[in-house]
Structures are given as C-alpha cells and as structure tokens.
C-alpha cells in the first residue's frame, strides 16, 4: 500500500475503524473480523491481538491504538497508534503482505517482520528486531530503512531521521514492556 493510498485510506474511511485499548482488553472483544485477543504466554498479565493473516500484536499496559480496514477486506492492513508501547509481529509466511503503523510522528512500514514501537507526546521510537522496515514522516515522500538491532527516532520538532544501533539497555527496557 502506498503512503498515498494510505493517507486517503485514513482520511476517507473513519467509519471502518476498529477502536482498540489494549493493555487489559475485555474478553469480549475475543473475535473480530478474523482477529482474537489470546493470552500472551510471555506476558502472563497481557493478551495480545492475532489475526488470521499472520499479523500478531502485543500491547504495552495504557496503550492506545485503531486498527485500519480497506473496503472489502476483513483483515487489518495499517493501524493509527498514538500512545504506549506496541510489538508488532507480521509473519511473512501469512496472507498479509504488509502492514503500516501510523503515529502523530511517523509511518512505519513492513513486509514480514518483528519490530516494536513506542509513541510518546513528543516522538516516535521504532525498533527492528527481524527484517526490514522503512520509517517516514507521515509528510514526507520518502524514509530511511531500519534493519534488525537499530532503530529509529521521529520527533516532533522534525529533526532528520537517523538510523542508530539502540544500546542493549534501551531495547531491554523497550521488550520488558511486553514480558521479553
């Protein structure tokens, strides 16, 4: 999905939004549209969203996020996060070929990968654990690819966007936040 077909996606379609307040969802929001809340083995006091088409989310305790549909489809294809902490699993074995993470900050896009984020007021961190994903401004044409064991931090005063090796500590704090 283009970043293009993406904005219209989100501007057009608020109807077919799914609110999601995760970090202790109710049960009953068990099954929706091909996704369940399951309990995360990792994270004895989390459950975590799963969906048929191989996308796995985990959700830090407070945090906020929507998931996005296309027309037609029963499967998420994009997410608005706008606070907490999120760990995103897309298996690239499942029917989802991708899958993007919009926050006040940045778009985060993948094709098959594991990489964890986390929105504050003032910016957004992403983290790549496996595989690839391009981070850009959600203005801008163009991103910087992220690789496994660096990051990436999109602040809100617009700062250049610049890859780093995160030092063990951070990632450490980052996945303690889901049970890792």
Not at 6 to 16: D, E, G, K, S
Not at 119 to 140: F, M
Request: with cysteine; charged share 15%.
């Amino acid at each position: 999905m283009s970043q293009r077909r993406l904005r219209f996606a989100c501007v057009c379609l608020p109807a077919l939004i799914v609110c999601m307040v995760l970090g202790h969802a109710p049960a009953v929001r068990a099954q929706q549209n091909g996704c369940a809340m399951v309990p995360d083995d990792a994270n004895p006091d989390g459950r975590m969203l799963r969906c048929q088409n191989g996308l796995t989310i985990h959700a830090a305790r407070g945090t906020h996020y929507r998931l996005l549909y296309e027309p037609g489809s029963s499967q998420p294809g994009a997410a608005r996060f706008d606070a907490g902490a999120l760990l995103i699993e897309l298996d690239p074995a499942g029917s989802a070929k991708s899958f993007q993470i919009l926050t006040p900050h940045a778009i985060a896009a993948v094709r098959g990968t594991r990489w964890a984020m986390e929105v504050t007021p003032l910016q957004t961190s992403t983290l790549v654990i496996a595989g690839t994903v391009v981070v850009a401004r959600p203005s801008e044409a163009t991103g910087v690819l992220v690789g496994p064991g660096h990051g990436v931090d999109a602040a809100s005063d617009r700062t250049p966007l610049t890859v780093k090796v995160w030092e063990p500590a951070r990632v450490k704090a980052l996945l303690a936040r889901f049970g890792r």
